[in-house]
Each structure stands twice: as structure tokens, then as C-alpha cells.
């Protein structure tokens, strides 16, 4: 359970009172939680405010509700139903949307997260509206699944806003993490080619993905991605670092193409020549989240096994601060994943 703003020490594992499913509600017995940046920058309120980059919020840039469970990822089973819910969906496998919509065209834009807005899977039971209660059938574990949610989703979005379509090249940043190796194969899945970039010692892992090119980030990037690209434009630069490098990203693309950021791992600030957005008629692209189509499609994408898990880790539930440390050292590839206490592999 979070207690506050912090570092890992506001984590503390404790007996709760079970929750219980309200109306239009299921109770999920969790197998297992991913962890996010977003378990991260919520904990230390890191998402800042217009015109106040320092300030201390939560995702949605206002204050937090403590004490609050973490967990967007949750993968488990429905072991009872609220009002309004057929009893027929208890013992149903499924696999959490995490986003908590807003009504109407702009639901997304106001949405809250589960694991910020209400409590999430960092837990044995957690309550989530019944319509974010996805059933799954996949011979994947719960691990395995609950390494796709935030990620995967967010990566989807990435594509769909940029319109990444088979005849398009595209360079993908943090391509190690979670959000990266979805961008990774859920391009190739569209059928674009795709240049990785990744820290070093991790070129391997994300070449087995199906990526066409990988860049370390130790090499200029600017004559490492050319030296790849050839003769080919790029297209899309999908980014979920940020940082000081978006400039240069922005000058790989070819006139017309297309930049589009979900992250800041990097730092949230970056200093810009808006002459070469303008002057090469670039497009611009902030996108968070997914919608409901983004995440049926997830499911499906999974359930059809077009999708491979990398689950570099798993920790019980009791080490979930160890856990954000080591998401921290981002010395691993893939996801690392919570279970329940003497449930790990």
C-alpha cells in the first residue's frame, strides 16, 4: 500500500479488509500484477502541473487519495460478482483494462487509472468495474499476461495515433522496456520495418522481437540511425524516453513524418528548434493510455499468440518495493512482474 509522495519506503505490506464488489463490479483473486514508469512517477509525484514541471501530482496532474494500492496490470480470476453482473462470469480468467473512462468522445482524455484513481493489483483481491474485466483464454501465465496491459495498450495507441501502416519505417526508443518491445511487435505486426534502439548488452533480446535494425544508445545516434536507414526515410520516431534527445529524433525524420511520445524516463523537458517542425511539416503527437477498441484488440492480438511475453522477473508481493527499485535500474528487458507471496517462479 502506497502511504504517500516518496521513495520506496512509502510502500508498506499489510493486512486490508477485503473489498467488495460494488454494483457493476467483479472481485478479481489477483495472479499477478505488472509494474509500470506509471507505478513510478505516481509514487513520487512525478507527473508536475502546467506551468509548474516541479510540482508534486499524481497522473492525472492533481492530488492523490491516500493511502492507495498500486497495480494496473492485473491478470487472475473473478471470484464474485456485484449487482448487475451475471454470476456466470465468477471463475472467468481475465485480464484488466486498466483505464478508468471518462463518458462520451473524450473518455479517454479524462480518465483515471486503476492503481491511481481507485486501488489496483499490488493485492491477493482487487475490485475493477466489470466491463474492464476482460476474458482471456491463452495458454500464457498469469505472469506472462499481466506483462502486457499499460504497456502494450499505451504501444497500440502510439501506432494508431501516428497511422503506422506496412510501408512505413519506424524508430523506436527504450525499445528494452515494456512500452518499446510492444512498439517492436506490434509494428512488425502492421508489417513496418523497425529500428531499435536499446541500451547496450540488450541488442540481442530485442532483435529476437523482430526488430530489423538495433542501434546502442552509446553511438551517435544521428549517424547510427542513418548508417541503418541507407537510402530509406524514416517515417515515424514512436518515443517514450524524451529527454534531450527528441531534437534529434525530430531531425532524423523525413519531411511530413510523423513523432509521436508516451514517456519521459529521460527527463519531461527538452529544448526544441521549432524550425524543423515547421520547416519539414512534421506531425506532433502526444498519446497516453489506450481506448476500449486499442485493448479488445490486445486481447486479440494475444489470444491469436502474435504477441511474445518477456517477463524478466518475478518478485512476491512483499518485496514490491525491491521490485520498483530494480524497474528503476532498468537493467532488465521486457517487464517485471508482482505475485501473490509464495507464488513466484
Known sequence: ????????????????????????????????????????WTREGAYGAEGDASAVQGWRREPLVFPRIQGAD????????????LESRVSERVLVDNALYGEGEA???????????????????????????????????????ASFPTAYVTAERMLNRARV???????VTGASGGVGTGLVQLA???????????????????????????????EGLIPAV??????????????VVGGQQVGTLLELLRPGGRYVVAGAIAGPLATLDLRTIYLKQLDVLGSTMGDRHEFDALVRHIESRRLRPLVWATYPLSELARAQEDLVRKNHVGKLVVLPDARTL
Open 74 to 85: 492485473i491478470c487472475g480470476r473473478i471470484v464474485a460478482v456485484g449487482a448487475g453482473v
Open 226 to 239: 542513418e548508417r541503418v536507414l541507407g537510402k530509406r526515410p524514416l517515417d515515424v520516431a514512436a518515443d
Open 1 to 40: 500500500m502506497l502511504n504517500g509522495h516518496g521513495g520506496p519506503e512509502k510502500l508498506e505490506y499489510r493486512d486490508v479488509p477485503d473489498p467488495v464488489p460494488a454494483a457493476c463490479e467483479v472481485l478479481i483473486r489477483v495472479g499477478a500484477a505488472g509494474l509500470n514508469n506509471t507505478d513510478i
Open 165 to 171: 501502416a506496412e510501408s512505413d519505417t519506424v524508430l
Open 188 to 218: 512488425k505486426i502492421r508489417g513496418a520495418s523497425v529500428i531499435a534502439i536499446v541500451g547496450e548488452g540488450k541488442e540481442e533480446a530485442v532483435r529476437s522481437l523482430g526488430a530489423d535494425a538495433v542501434v546502442v544508445r552509446r
Open 107 to 145: 473518455g479517454l482524455l479524462s480518465a483515471g487509472l486503476i492503481g491511481s484513481e481507485r486501488d489496483g493489483g499490488f493485492a491477493e483481491l482487487v475490485s475493477v468495474p466489470a466491463a474492464n474485466a476482460h476474458a482471456i483464454d491463452a495458454d500464457l501465465s498469469d505472469a506472462e499476461l
